[in-house]
T-cell receptor, first 110, second 116 residues
Framework: AQSVTQLGSHVSVSEGALVLLRCNYS??????LFWYVQYPNQGLQLLLK??????LVKGINGFEAEFKKSETSFHLTKPSAHMSDAAEYFC????????FGTGTRLTVIP | DAGVTQSPTHLIKTRGQQVTLRCSPK?????VSWYQQALGQGPQFIFQ???????QRGNFPDRFSGHQFPNYSSELNVNALLLGDSALYLC???????????????FGSGTRLTVV
């Protein structure tokens, strides 16, 4: 079955610090991986997605993720956290119907 | 350019009742998918509609049904509501597969359903 695992349900970083949100996928997952962000009381917004080609994917708001087949990982990073990055982040897979992880809540400390 | 519109934004229903949620897709999109997001969980796929037919379905009971209209808008119906149906219900629109996969999905802000 297709699945992704998000490591850490809550992550706190200081403003200006590196953001690292971890996601591992099962080997049965086809190479369609993505990250969505959900701000309070809002729907999901696509940050970035990987299908084929370059393994380093750049997304919106300064986020990027690297597809590492050898580690079955697709971690999300941002060099410098901003207060506005505080939100829930979902890793997932799927091309037509989407399978989401359980989410990581990011808190940014001033 | 309007995004995905869902109504109502909040709803409270009693156990055993029936509920209808509505979704208008983003302009240019003709495929609508529905997701259930329980508190503290990621969204789970319910079903997808294209050309007024259910094309794919997730692991949800028959109490969950849907409809798509000629203008591409969609309804999600849930019968015999259970306390466990309390969740945020998200609608996502896209181009039909396989184009939808390439360009991604646009999500609405959801309908918060509380069953008491």
């Amino acid at each position: 079955a297709q699945s992704v695992t998000q490591l850490g349900s809550h992550v706190s970083v200081s403003e200006g610090a590196l953001v690292l949100l971890r996601c591992n996928y099962s080997s049965s997952v086809p190479p369609y991986l993505f990250w969505y962000v959900q701000y309070p009381n809002q729907g999901l917004q696509l940050l970035l997605k990987y299908t084929t080609g370059a393994t380093l994917v750049k997304g919106i708001n300064g986020f990027e993720a690297e597809f590492k087949k050898s580690e079955t990982s697709f971690h999300l990073t941002k060099p410098s956290a901003h207060m506005s990055d505080a939100a829930e982040y979902f890793c997932g897979t799927g091309a037509n119907n989407l399978f989401f992880g359980t989410g990581t809540r990011l808190t940014v400390i001033p | 350019d309007a995004g995905v519109t869902q109504s109502p934004t909040h709803l409270i229903k009693t156990r055993g009742q029936q509920v209808t949620l509505r979704c208008s897709p983003k302009s240019g999109h003709d495929t609508v998918s529905w997701y259930q997001q329980a508190l503290g969980q990621g969204p789970q796929f319910i079903f997808q509609y294209y050309e007024e037919e259910e094309r794919q379905r997730g692991n949800f009971p028959d109490r969950f049904s849907g409809h798509q209209f000629p203008n591409y808008s969609s309804e999600l119906n849930v019968n015999a509501l259970l306390l466990g149906d309390s969740a945020l219900y998200l609608c996502a629109s896209s181009f039909p597969p396989p184009t939808g996969e390439r360009y991604g999905y646009t999500f609405g802000s959801g309908t918060r359903l509380t069953v008491v």
